[in-house]
């Protein structure tokens, strides 16, 4: 028994290792479509400098320096929690290459997970470069986190794209009943901008709005493990229990939908 | 309707087959709209769908290691019966066991054992090297390291396969895309080859090539093959046994020999011809089948044939003759518009 659990472990993690090196190679190819794409999600540097003239102007109560650090973690947490399955698992339905991944034995999610991570790894130097060029021209907000809250930070950032990838994946088992699934993430989108603190700092917004984003999977997304980086009080086992949460509740959606779905797979363009 | 024609007596049913479909059938839900501005705002409002049965009551049993060929025309249904075997869509009626599993559970000791190859449609990873996607394969199929580095070039031996196999699969040419891809789908050793159109838009000797590795694999292994294509040269090559399926029924299941008989006893001649005639000059050697200008296409019966072109050399000023079976798609739609076969 315990001999057929670590052989199963070792072929997962074999599996595991050759899709994420394969997907590594796959991305690297496209290392400049990626570059784009990390230059692409700056909106946190815009909406710094927007808030910071307003603070200037009227004081939010939250500090210049306060302010850029807030930012500069938003930017790498979105750099590291971008999710795009939706959009992929739409173009292999329509083009046909699902069908292949789908004889396979090996659960067609981990295809995407290390195409998403692999991506990731990818971006990691070139938003490294970022950090360092936006301390270059504004060295009074340089900040060295301590070791307990960078770790932190990192399983924050890791679970928001846990989560974020899971509410993606389970919004995009609507392809299986509509060719063009991807308009709902569209939707979802402006939610997740508003509501993640990727537009500003939860901390500004009024307490009612704030109460009722809380209430929702978007602030732990960005806001949580961007303020966790940047070394804001945080109350952090009440967090990690909300996305906790909300992954138990997705995951019975997303498994329900997909054996549905399977059901209802014509296999197009095979 | 009646079942299909089972003919010959090398078929014999049935308990050790190895794909068995029992009254198989799957409907299709499609949208039905009006063409026109009016059309579309009546489809809007008023959404209308009607159900296509792409498949019908569809049996059949193959026996381990046997190769056979699913012919049909385009839409008649053998690519959706395939997606049925394989597990990838789910029946609306009937019963499929492939390989003693039921495909739509899609259990991995079922996925294991079959392969699907679709023309064209790839599981290479197209901007790295075949072996790359080799090496996926190899550890999602839980084939030892060493063990499919033996494999991958026996494979490659078998497919006339050397560096191209380090090259981007986007730098190859349809061909060698092909043969790798057959590579990718059979590293795994499956028992059961499910290939639908392997030899599409392949150019006639890369169409040979994979022909003949096709049926090396299948001696060499015992694998069960289920073939579709639209070359019939792929069919007389390969499958000694045929099963045709038009409008979603199967109609014949049997040896192709006397599928050939029965579908085209007319071989196809094409002349050029040195200036144009008229359809009359050819009336006493076979059916006019088209007229282009110099060039012309004449049905002429087999056992007729040979006597035939030797006076259509002699009497007429030919600048060139080629002798071929009609497209198996022109034979089964004749045949079915006159009701031959029903």
């Known amino acids: ?270 | 309707m009646q079942g299909p024609h089972r003919v010959g007596f090398a078929f014999k049913p049935v308990r050790m087959a190895i794909v068995r479909a029992q009254g198989l059938g799957k409907t299709y839900r499609v949208a039905d709209k009006r063409p026109g501005l009016a059309g579309t705002l009546r489809h809007f409002v008023n959404r209308r769908e009607r159900l296509i049965a792409a498949v019908q009551d569809v049996s059949f049993s193959i026996e381990p290691g046997e190769f056979v060929g699913f012919l049909g025309a385009n839409g008649a249904g053998k690519t959706t019966t395939l997606k049925m075997l394989t597990g990838l869509i789910h029946p609306t009626s009937g019963t499929v066991e492939v390989a003693g599993c039921q495909p739509q559970r899609r259990e991995a000791d079922f996925l294991g054992q079959i392969t699907l190859v679709m023309g064209q449609k790839q599981q290479l990873i197209w901007d790295l090297p075949p072996l790359d996607s080799l090496r996926v394969n190899a550890a999602v199929y839980g084939i030892p390291p060493e063990e499919s580095r033996r494999r991958i070039a026996e494979l490659a031996e078998m497919l006339e396969l050397g560096d191209e196999l380090r090259r981007p699969v986007r730098k190859l040419s349809l061909g060698q895309r092909m043969k790798a891809e057959l590579l990718a789908a059979l590293l795994h050793r499956p028992a059961v080859l499910f290939l639908d159109e392997p030899t599409l838009g392949l150019d006639v000797n890369a169409q040979a090539r994979v022909r003949s590795f096709l049926a090396d694999y299948n001696r060499r292994f015992g694998a069960t093959v289920l073939l579709t294509s639209h070359y019939m040269a792929d069919i007389t090559a390969l499958c000694p046994r045929v099963l045709l399926i038009h409008e979603g029924r199967l109609f014949y299941d049997g040896s192709l020999e006397t599928l050939t008989q029965r579908l085209a006893p007319c071989r196809e001649v094409r002349l050029e011809l040195h200036a144009p005639l008229g359809a009359e000059a050819f009336a006493s050697y076979g059916e006019v089948e088209a007229i282009e200008g110099r060039e012309v296409r004449l049905l002429i019966p087999r056992e007729r044939l040979t006597e035939q072109v030797g006076r259509l050399l002699a009497d007429l000023a030919v600048v060139d003759l080629s002798v071929s079976d009609p497209p198996i798609e022109d034979i089964i739609g004749r045949l079915f518009h006159q009701g031959a076969v029903a």
């Open chain 1, 1 to 270: 028994m315990r001999r057929h659990l670590r052989q199963r472990l070792a072929h997962a993690r074999r599996i595991a290792a050759v899709l994420l090196s394969s997907q590594y190679a796959y991305m690297l190819e496209y290392r400049a479509e990626i570059v784009l794409w990390a230059l692409s999600g700056v909106l946190p540097f815009i909406m710094l400098g927007l808030w910071s003239a307003v603070d200037a102007s009227g004081g939010l109560g939250m500090g210049s320096l306060q302010l850029a650090r807030y930012f500069l973690a938003a930017f790498v947490v979105r750099q590291f929690t971008i999710v795009w399955v939706m959009y992929t698992f739409e173009e292999d339905n329509l083009t046909g290459r699902l069908s292949p991944y789908l004889l396979q034995p090996v659960p067609l999610v981990w295809r995407y997970v290390a195409a998403h991570l692999s991506e990731q790894a990818t971006r990691l130097p070139f938003v490294a470069m970022l950090v360092g060029l936006f301390f270059l021209l504004y060295p009074a907000a340089f900040w060295w986190p301590s070791f307990s809250s960078l770790l932190l930070a990192v399983l924050a950032t890791l679970a928001a794209f846990a989560l974020r990838f899971l509410m993606q994946f389970t919004l995009t088992m609507v392809c299986f009943w509509s060719e063009k699934a991807s308009a709902l993430e569209r939707l979802l989108y402006l939610p997740y901008l508003y509501l993640s603190g990727l537009v500003a700092p939860l901390a500004l917004y009024p307490e009612g709005v704030r109460n009722f984003a809380f209430w929702t999977p978007f602030p732990y997304m960005v806001d949580v493990p961007a303020r966790i980086l940047a070394g804001e009080t945080v109350p952090v086992l009440q967090s990690f229990a909300a996305m906790a949460a909300w992954a138990a509740l997705l995951l019975p959606i997303n498994l329900l939908l997909w054996r549905r779905g399977l059901r209802h797979y014509s296999a197009m363009g095979a």
